[in-house]
């Protein structure tokens, strides 16, 4: 079964607008990660943040953790059209001899319009 | 971008042949894994390897067989394939042993089985 979950499934925004998608999970994690996928392309890491992490920030993108509500949250801001695409939440559980085995979530779908 | 190759990126083929897809890298990272991406499933894992000639199982590695006989190359292998193996599969590397390091992903090849 999935562990990330994300919320919407689908946002629609303006240009220069916020945009806010939440992942939640079920068992304990040793981080989350956040990637983003355009259309036909492979997945492009964005941000990782650490179980004992509560929020991180890069450029545009902040990102919250809550342990124990089991969520995180993604912000992009001040978005632009060229964000549009998907944004995967994966949930990372170190393994000794696999590294770190993610799990994903089934995606937000961030249409920016002009 | 990572130097992650993956082929052939399209291929179409009939219920019941072999089918292999290639992937190559030239990061030489220890980890490489393969993944499928279907509508309402999210990515999932199906064999990941943290060796060469290392090798495990995923979540959905039933139908599928995987080798690794050098570090820049993982092959995954449909041994017979079938109209639910449909889909578009995602190679992945990452680096080390170091904790919740994110991977990076090929562009993908998208297999149509009729």
């Known amino acids: 079964s999935q562990q990330g979950e994300e919320d919407p499934q689908a946002l629609s925004i303006q240009e220069g607008e916020n945009a806010t998608m939440n992942c939640s999970y079920k068992?304990?994690?040793?981080?989350l990660q956040w990637y983003r996928q355009n259309s036909g392309r492979g997945l492009v890491h964005l941000i990782l943040i650490r179980s004992n992490e509560r929020e991180k920030h890069s450029g545009r993108l902040r990102v919250t953790l809550d342990t124990s509500k089991k969520s995180s949250s993604l912000l992009i801001t001040a978005s632009r059209a060229a964000d549009t695409a998907s944004y995967f939440c994966?949930?990372?559980?170190?393994?000794?001899?696999?590294?770190?085995?993610?799990?994903f979530g089934e995606g937000t779908q961030l249409t920016v319009n002009p | 971008d990572a130097g992650i190759t993956q082929s052939p990126r399209h291929k179409v083929t009939e219920t019941g042949t072999p089918v292999t897809l290639r992937c190559h890298q030239t990061?030489?990272?220890?980890?490489m894994y393969w993944y499928r991406q279907d509508p309402g499933h999210g990515l999932r894992l199906i064999h990941y390897s943290y060796g060469v000639k290392d090798t495990d199982k995923g979540e959905v590695s039933d139908g599928y067989s995987v080798s690794r006989s050098k570090t820049e190359d993982f092959l995954l292998t449909l041994e017979s394939a079938t109209s639910s193996q449909t889909s578009v599969y995602f190679c992945?590397?990452?680096?080390?042993?170091?904790?919740?390091?994110?991977?990076?992903f090929g562009d993908g090849t998208r297999l149509s089985i009729l």
């Open positions: 992945a590397i990452s680096e080390s042993e170091i904790l919740g390091q994110p991977q990076h």
């Open positions: 068992t304990s994690i040793n981080n």
């Open positions: 994966a949930t990372a559980l170190f393994m000794e001899t696999s590294g770190s085995r993610l799990t």
């Open positions: 990061e030489n990272h220890r980890y």
